[in-house]
């Protein structure tokens, strides 16, 4: 029931309308303050919708007069949209502090106040130094910070401003990207194929690669091992053509970088011992040859040794998946011996032939784009990065980025050492000028000079300013070499790119393969035991053996016995089968290691050998 004041009122009011049969009843109260219980609440401009009062049985008595009455005052209340208390829990307010900011609607502020609307405008009524005539709905827009503070004071509670959501300006990327492909293919030019060559430990391709650039490689090397990702141009002999050939270990412990050789390749050179036949490195090329798209060549190494089989090579690679051209295959196969030098003439053509079906064009122009092989400090020149260029034309003097690392380029080498002027795509380099070494497998980016000048202490020629003006340059005047360096931080950090973090969310060991049927293909399936965390199918999955890496990628199949799940928890078994991977295959004792990865802000740390202010 309506208390007094209001009450009153309307009742007699609507009852004489009612009793007059007015079907429709209108109702507009303008800047109206009722009294309950010695308490005033505030109503604004309360407007109500038309409702119908429909006519009903003539009754005598009291009784009928109080259901007319009760009628019509439950009508006026929806009329009024008098809302029932709600039943959502109050927020809780720790230390009795709120974060409010300016722009905030009637609605949110009573929100964050944890109090009721009515409690909003019932203040308002006690706030004499502001005009609070135009917050009289909830949906409208207090655009004055001080009668927010003013109503949160009121309210008995702290508060802490923040700045106001709707006038943050979103922070400009100004990280660096690849450019889009040339919308006009005739700005694309021909350029030289890039070969990696791979190939099972001692199975000659480290010969063959010295074979390839008349240079001795093998005595360089520590245990018969590569221990290097090589790189280098090959001219062919009756053309003016070149090849880039690039040389990735065997060892079992550089899986990583032959994965990462394959992924900047045009063709793999896959080198396989005629006297030892397919083998664990063997395989392992093909599936990175696989996954990367790129196209085969078998070289069959060793012929010329009395226990060669060549044939048996054949049959192993075609078990292992690699299709001959005598199979009724597109790959070819060319007999070499790379110690003897045979068949090298026969490969490079090959290799040509394959190019130019490939049409492996590029643009000459724009800025740089390309890829890190390796890097190292030399005594001599300073922190160097051997690349591979990719796109445009790469010159002394160009600012290029990779990962977190930087350089302005200083000098452009070549294998055997040899100043180079410029370098084009699919070109192997010898970069000198980074500040820091960059990670192998990193992308280089070209990226436009910033020309942001730092003075310190120095004044600033008129001559300089304007010409820093015409260009575009900002000058910024320090003469506290603190603030100078915490600027130079911050400008930097602000230009970092995102980097992957890695949450790792559960892991499994493998107790037994098994093999399913699909569509006449056999697929390996992990039988395994979750022992720590969840196995979610959602996530990226790691097989580890003995510390290295056979695989990372998404599964197809998560089962639970026969039921496929979504989640396993852990301490229990599931089957596990790997997506597009047919060719990886699991031992007992491996391990499953299941990860989520996101993108975060990276940051600068330097050791300045002072600490800043």
């Not at 196209?295 to 060669?308: W, Y």
């Not at 340059?473 to 602000?494: F, G, M, S």
Request: charged fraction near 25%; charge should be neutral; proline fraction near 4%.
């Amino acid at each position: 029931m309506l208390k007094t004041g209001v009450s009153c009122f309307l009742v007699k009011w609507s009852t004489n309308l009612y009793r007059s049969s007015s079907p429709m009843l209108r109702l507009r109260i303008l800047e109206h303050r009722r009294c309950c219980n010695c308490k005033q609440q505030h109503i604004k401009h309360l407007y109500t919708a038309p409702f119908c009062l429909k006519s009903q049985p003539n009754t005598v008595g009291k009784n009928a007069a109080a259901t007319d009455d009760n009628l019509l005052e439950h009508k006026i209340r929806d009329a009024f949209n008098y809302r029932k208390k709600s039943k959502k829990p109050k927020p809780k307010i720790a230390g009795g502090m709120v974060t409010v900011h300016n722009n905030m609607t009637v609605s949110m502020l009573a929100e964050i106040l944890g109090k009721p609307v009515d409690h909003v405008f019932e203040l308002m009524l006690h706030i004499k130094k502001h005009d609070t005539s135009r917050y009289d709905n909830p949906r409208a827009v207090i655009d004055n910070v001080r009668v927010i503070e003013d109503i949160v004071q009121k309210s008995g509670l702290k508060y802490q401003l923040k700045a106001d959501p709707s006038k943050l300006k979103e922070k400009p990327d100004k990280d660096a990207y690849r450019r889009p492909p040339p919308t006009d293919p005739s700005v694309e030019v021909k350029r030289p194929p890039v070969v990696t060559i791979m190939g099972h430990v001692d199975h000659g391709k480290t010969t063959l690669l010295d074979a390839l650039r008349k240079s001795n490689v093998v005595s360089t090397e520590f245990g018969g091992i590569t221990q290097h990702i090589g790189a280098f141009s090959v001219k062919l002999v009756h053309s003016d053509e070149k090849i880039a050939f690039l040389d990735t270990p065997g060892h079992a412990a550089f899986s990583a970088m032959r994965s990462r050789g394959a992924h900047v390749t045009d063709i793999v050179v896959l080198v396989v011992a005629a006297d030892d036949g397919v083998m664990e490195q063997t395989i392992e090329s093909i599936r990175y040859a696989r996954d990367a798209g790129v196209a085969v060549i078998v070289a069959i190494n060793k012929c010329d040794k009395p226990e060669a089989d060549v044939e048996r090579v054949k049959r192993e690679l075609l078990s292992a998946g690699v299709e001959l051209e005598e199979y009724g295959g597109d790959v070819q196969a060319v007999c070499i011996s790379a110690v003897r030098r045979q068949g090298l003439l026969e490969l490079q053509e090959s290799i040509a032939t394959l190019a130019e079906l490939l049409e492996l064009k590029t643009e000459q122009t724009g800025l740089v784009e390309g890829v890190v092989l390796e890097s190292r400090t030399d005594p001599g020149k300073g922190k160097l990065a051997t690349a591979l260029v990719q796109r445009g034309t790469l010159q002394k003097g160009a600012y290029l980025v990779a990962g977190t690392c930087w350089a302005k380029v200083r000098s452009l080498h070549d294998e055997s050492g040899k100043h180079l002027q410029k370098v084009t795509p699919a070109t192997p380099v010898e970069i000198v000028g980074w500040k820091e070494l960059p990670s192998a497998g990193s992308e280089i980016l070209q990226v436009e000079t910033e020309g942001i000048i730092y003075a310190f202490n120095v004044q600033t020629a008129d001559s300089v300013t304007h010409l820093a003006a015409e260009q575009g340059v900002q000058i910024r005047q320090h003469n506290v070499i603190y603030k100078l360096v915490d600027d130079l931080k911050e400008a930097i950090t602000a230009r970092l790119p995102f980097v992957d973090k890695e949450e790792i969310i559960g892991e499994g060991n493998v107790l037994q393969e098994f093999k399913i049927t699909i569509r006449g293909k056999q697929i390996p399936v992990a039988g395994c035991r979750c022992t720590r965390g969840n196995l979610q199918k959602k996530s990226l999955f790691r097989l580890v053996r003995d510390d290295e890496v056979i695989h990372e990628g998404t599964v197809a199949s998560l089962k639970n016995f026969k039921t496929e799940v979504d989640s396993i928890k852990t301490d229990m078994e599931c089957g596990v089968m790997f997506e597009n991977a047919v060719d990886v295959h699991f031992q007992t004792g491996d391990k499953l290691i299941c990860y989520n990865v996101s993108k975060v802000s990276d940051t600068l740390n330097w050791d300045l050998g002072f600490q800043s202010k």
